[in-house]
């Protein structure tokens, strides 16, 4: 088999064997080596031209002899074409046809000739690639075959030059020639799209057509770009608008720029960041070293630093912010910033440094230029005799005879001009501290690297700090041995700090929108901020685009485009089985031989493409999400696809852990093959095994993939049947992660598709759906009702489970529609069926029936009964083992150990329904245990950890209901907010309560407590009277005790006894229990208070107190400071009205107890209701 080294021995240009092979050259990648590339590689003109040729007849032959690939070689073997996006330049001579008149055809032909070269040599010179000449056009495009992070800004200065160039041309006997340039930037097809060699350049899509418009729009001379190339090409160039015009072919007037020049900028990051800096995070330590390596410089201790780190890590950030800290320090900074174009250019960003120093410009004839000169040389002290000449010779400048040159050969003039650079640099330390800045040292000719070296090994003494910053692939290991000198690698953003630099671009970002970024950006702030940048301009500031932004898909397409052919295709391939790939799989999916692929995968390593790594055996991973990005989007579609589905079916077929564990990523490469008939069942698989496993959220997400694919299958039977299937599942992910509005939607939807398939059991599914999730959004039950009653008639005799299922629902819906008959029938018929066959999910849904509707405790026996009942229920419930049923079993747990006084029991099942809807992502399940951790932290008294409990509630109640829950929280905030007096704030919630139900007397006895706190006694009196009429027949729901506590503060502050009386009745039942607004949404303590008020009122004191007393024994017990508080206000006042000393001793003693608590706890309405007693 042929070497490279065979091939250039053949050419008689050996010599550069061992060149190519250290730079990883060999015969594959000959046909994409450019003449840029050869000139970097260090190959002189007349030789870059004879390999240029070579390598065109090298593909002509390749194209004739090749013989077909075989199927298992053709993953790699193929010359693909690429998606990616590239700079496309066409060039068109002006005036041909007329100047092809007037001159000789051999004349004409020669001009043409040397037109083309002038305008191929200015594309070559910057990295272009002359794709097709067009007659008198040139068609040349930058970022293909290698790709470039600046191929806009590099096709500007080849056109820059190609003018210039063309400019420079003089035809004989006639005008000198001018040309038209169109520039245009955009995502295309490119490459062998047909299989042929000699087609290796052909494109595909808008930017080539736009290019050819915009060179038809120009003026002769003139440069004009599109708006894309303006934004990705930054602040060089002086652009000015020429508006926007209409372009044929084009449906809509495009912006037209002229490129009028260059524009001089000190560095390559200030070009970028001309419109602004983002936020500075992080990169402390590296900016103390560096602030510590300065004050050593200004001590006269010379020093140097080498920032290494990846494109865009920060290193040219991180040096801005460090001279932002010197600001107020004299000193003075010297700045030599490389370029990719002047790798080659001796002393490159010196003379450019000088130059603008000396302030030329374009328009200085001679004597200006010269004047300009001297001040320069004069400047730092040194000899104009000595130094002139060097510096004259340096900048091209003529200077006559006033500088006369040294008589020395070029070896001898070339040491003496780096040593006096650098005097000249250590003299300007001796005016003032010096801060020397080399930007980018992977692009530095080696004349500067040498006044580098030079500069740096002679520092000691110097006031100067010299910074270098470079990509990992430069080092400089002359310097690893000297005491001045620092190596500092810039790593990685963490977490915390992309989030942060994230925020300060777009504030109100989604949490999850910016963890996406995150995850995406890898910690390289130039990839956070541009993928920021590109959702902050894409108007949808809640969605990541795919696509890669344009501002970075050429650094990242550079990259790979250094990799030998196959390693490329390699690491496509990898990308499309994702970021982390294993060796095998890879083997089998590519179809190449172990030792080419080994081959591949260690250049690609090698490259950093990849690492060692990952959660699998043998596992390589992508180092950064977005090349593997890159990699993937340069595939065509249709390559795509067809490796999608040959890894789909290689997972399904070898590897049987991966089908039975990640169904979802079997169904991901189906789906992304365009085969949905084969992704559906994996989808199905992927929602099942999620939600057996309470991943509720991927739960919800896979049978939404799976939906998506079964409204896509061709109309039948079969489509019908999936439709349903996945709808149904697709409902209970949704309830099971608490997104009752979204489920609700969903089991609506099944029913009739049901009904009209005469599926009983989907049916039956859908209505039982649709009523717990009304039930748990606290929605009327009515709807469901005539729905459960139709299954209940189709359910067939021998299916008793349906027909429990179905009775437990009917009973609860009867229940809260106050149909008593018919609840109770369901109820009774649900028990006996439940317990006959075993079914234990309805037997704790009838079972936890009446605690809907609580009834008083009034003796132990009955209290031990309801814990009893209560121990049943939680242990159904751990039997069966489901989500939902032990919520609910927990949920009236807290709820009635609470009512009980039971304060242990009751913060047991709190804590285990917290973790219950944590650890299982039940969104539902989530909001109870707010809304129960703000109840208990109410009692506590800790009103600040209540709301934000509460708060919390709310945004859980609202991304359930898509509505806030009004009542529960409103609730809440009324007994934080009476407490600290500021009741003026939730009052309009209670208004808004009662006119959402304005029939009713749910929320009138709140709306009378809050008027008579606030001093509206007549409003409050009325409200009172209105519901004393109706002997107080409020609902008999969860609220009833609380409804009668808020009453009985009116009537007591009122003194209308009549009221108090029938209160006093209504409360006894309660005597033994809290009063708690279920489910476990505020506890006011001990009921017994209460009677006390109300005896008190009544001047039965005897009574009064006895209600007191034990109201203190049961608020101590449960830990309700407030409610404790308040009792021991409540019997102060009673106690002072008895007279006894023994009595008012023991009032004083309860009030400064009362004072002390409500002082700690911010209880301000107490406060100011206990006034300090005057001894």
């Known amino acids: 088999m042929q070497t490279i080294e065979d091939w250039l021995g053949q050419l008689g240009l050996g010599k550069y064997a061992d060149t190519f092979v250290e730079n990883d050259v060999d015969l594959r990648a000959l046909p994409h080596l450019a003449e840029s590339d050869l000139q970097e590689l260090g190959v002189s003109l007349g030789h870059r031209k004879i390999i240029l040729a070579a390598i065109n007849q090298l593909a002509d032959q390749r194209s004739d002899e090749q013989p077909p690939a075989s199927a298992a070689t053709e993953a790699v073997s193929e010359a693909a074409a690429d998606r990616r996006l590239l700079s496309v330049l066409f060039c068109d001579l002006v005036g041909s046809t007329a100047l092809s008149a007037e001159l000789d055809p051999e004349d004409m032909h020669e001009l043409t000739r040397r037109y083309q070269d002038s305008v191929a040599g200015a594309v070559t010179r910057f990295g272009g690639y002359v794709a097709k000449y067009l007659g008198d056009g040139v068609l040349a495009y930058f970022g293909w075959p290698m790709a470039y992070e600046d191929h806009a800004e590099r096709s500007i200065r080849a056109g820059l030059a190609a003018m210039a160039a063309v400019d420079a041309l003089q035809p004989p ?21 047909d299989g042929s060699a000699k087609e290796r350049a052909s494109i595909a899509g808008d930017t080539p057509n736009l290019a050819a418009r915009l060179q038809a729009a120009a003026a002769p001379g003139q440069i004009v770009i599109s708006d894309s190339t303006r934004r990705l090409a930054g602040q060089s160039f002086e652009i000015e608008s020429l508006g926007a015009q209409e372009l044929k072919g084009f449906a809509s007037p495009v912006a037209l720029f002229e490129i009028r020049g260059q524009r001089e900028v000190d560095s390559r990051f200030e070009a970028a960041h001309a419109s602004g800096l983002s936020k500075f995070v992080g990169r402390v330590s590296e900016i103390g070293l560096l602030l510590e390596r300065w004050e050593l410089a200004k001590a006269g201790q010379g020093q140097a630093v080498f920032l290494s780190g990846e494109a865009g890590i920060g290193k040219s950030r991180l040096v801005e912010a460090f001279e932002e800290r010197l600001q107020e320090t004299q000193h003075e900074l010297i700045r030599l910033q490389c370029s990719p174009y002047h790798a080659t250019s001796a002393f490159y960003p010196i003379v450019e440094r000088l130059s603008r120093v000396a302030s030329f410009t374009p328009a200085d004839d001679r004597n200006t230029r010269i004047e300009k000169f001297r001040t320069l040389v004069r400047r730092y002290g040194e000899n104009p005799a000595d130094v002139g000449a060097i ?6 400048l003529d200077v006559g005879d006033e500088f006369r040159p040294p008589d020395l050969s070029a070896h001898q003039r070339k040491e003496l001009l780096v040593r006096t650079l650098v005097n000249r640099l250590l003299l300007a330390a001796r005016i003032a501290p010096v801060l020397m800045v080399f930007e980018d040292a992977h692009w530095m000719d080696p004349s500067t690297s040498e006044v580098l070296r030079e500069l740096v090994s002679r520092l000691h003494g110097a006031a100067a700090l010299v910074v270098v910053t470079h990509r990992p692939e430069w080092s400089a290991n002359w310097a690893g041995g000297l005491a001045q000198a620092t190596t500092l690698s810039v790593g990685r953003l963490t977490r915390q700090q992309m989030r942060e630099l994230i925020e300060s671009m777009v504030s109100d970002i989604p949490e999850q929108l910016a963890e996406r970024i995150a995850e995406r950006t890898d910690g390289v702030p130039l990839f956070v901020e541009e ?20 501002s970075l898909q050429g650094s990242l397409m550079t990259r790979l485009d250094r990799l030998a052919t196959t390693a490329k295709e390699i690491a496509q391939i990898a990308a499309v089985i994702g970021r982390e790939f294993d060796r095998g799989l890879l083997s089998k999916i590519a179809g190449v031989d172990d030792r080419a692929l080994e081959t591949a995968l260690n250049q690609l390593e090698t490259s950093q493409i990849v690492v060692e790594g990952g959660v699998l055996h043998d596992a390589l991973v992508f180092r950064h999400a977005l090349i593997q990005d890159a990699a993937y989007q340069s595939l065509l579609n249709r390559r795509r696809r067809h490796f999608h589905e040959r890894i789909a079916k290689v997972l399904v077929e070898h590897y049987d852990d991966v089908a039975a564990t990640q169904p979802e990523l079997i169904a991901q490469h189906y ?18 095994r999620a939600l057996a496993r309470s991943a509720n959220y991927e739960a919800v997400d896979n049978f939404q993939n799976a939906l998506a694919i079964a409204e896509q299958l061709p109309e039948g039977p079969a489509r019908q049947r999936d439709l349903l299937t996945t709808i149904l599942k697709l409902g209970d992910a949704l309830f099971a992660a608490g997104r009752m509005t979204d489920s609700l939607a969903k089991y609506r939807l099944a029913a009739p598709l ?24 606290s929605n009327s039950l009515a709807e469901t009702v005539p729905l459960l009653e139709e299954a209940l008639e189709m359910v067939q005799p021998s299916d008793m489970s349906s027909r429990c299922q179905l009775l437990s629902r009917l009973a609860r819906a009867y229940t809260y529609l106050s149909d008593s008959k018919k609840a109770a029938k369901c109820h009774d018929e649900g028990i006996e069926l439940a317990r006959r066959v075993g079914d234990k999910t309805a037997l704790v849904e009838l079972s936890a029936l009446p605690f809907l509707t609580p009834a008083p405790v009034k003796s132990v026996t009955e209290r031990n009964d309801r814990i009893a009942r209560i121990d049943e229920i939680r242990r159904l419930a751990d039997e069966i083992d489901d989500d939902d049923v032990r919520s609910r079993a927990l949920s009236v747990d807290a709820y009635v150990s609470t009512e009980l006084g ?18 299982r992502q039940h969104l539902n399940v989530q909001f109870y245990a707010r809304t129960a951790k703000a109840m208990m932290a109410i009692l506590d008294g800790r009103f600040t950890a209540a709301e934000e409990f509460a708060e919390e509630a709310l945004k859980l109640g609202m991304r359930i209901l898509g509505a806030a829950p009004e009542g529960v929280y409103g609730m809440q905030m009324f007994a934080i907010r009476r407490e600290q007096s500021r009741l003026s704030e939730v009052a309009p919630v209670i208004k808004l309560l009662i006119e959402e139900s304005p029939e009713g007397t749910t929320w009138l006895p709140g709306f009378a407590l809050v008027a008579f706190d606030l001093g509206y006694r007549d409003a409050a009196q009325r409200r009172l009277s209105e519901l004393a009429r109706t002997r107080f027949a409020l609902p008999l729901d969860g609220k009833r005790s609380a409804s009668l506590s808020f009453l009985t503060e009116v009537a007591a502050g009122l003194g209308d006894a009549d009221a108090a009386q029938t209160l006093y009745k209504l409360m006894l039942d309660y005597k033994e229990m809290t009063v708690t607004i279920g489910m476990a949404t505020v506890c006011f303590g001990a009921a017994s208070r209460y009677l006390g008020v109300l005896a008190a009122a009544l001047g039965e004191f005897d009574r009064a107190s006895k209600h007191f007393e034990h109201a203190l024994e049961m608020n101590a017990a449960i830990g309700s400071r407030p409610w404790l508080a308040h009792t021991q206000a409540d019997y ?19 009030s400064e107890n009362a004072r002390s608590t409500a002082a700690e706890l911010g209880m301000v309405r107490l406060q100011q209701r206990l006034k300090p007693t005057i001894h």
Do not use: C, H
């Not at 920021?532 to 500031?541: I, L, M």
């Not at 789906?671 to 992927?686: H, T």
């Open 902 to 919: 039971d304060r242990a029991r009751a913060d047991r099942a709190v804590d285990a329904l917290d973790e219950l809807g944590t650890e």
């Open 671 to 688: 789906e992304k093959a365009q085969r949905i008939e084969l992704a559906l069942p994996y989808w199905m698989k992927a929602g099942e």
């Open 754 to 777: 049901a009904r009209k398939a005469a599926d009983t059991q989907a049916f039956i599914r859908a209505v039982i759906g649709l009523d717990g999730t009304k039930f748990l959004s």
């Open 1132 to 1150: 102060a006042d009673l106690l002072m009205k008895r007279g006894s000393r023994a009595a008012i001793k023991r009032a004083m003693l309860l």
């Open 531 to 550: 993928l920021t940048r590109s959702v902050v301009e894409s108007g949808k500031p809640s969605s990541l685009n795919a696509e890669i932004p344009d």
């Open 173 to 193: 006997n006639a005008e000198r020639l001018k040309a038209r340039i169109g520039i245009a930037s955009g995502r295309v097809v490119v490459g062998n799209t």
């Open 391 to 396: 510096y004259a010779e340096l900048l091209s």
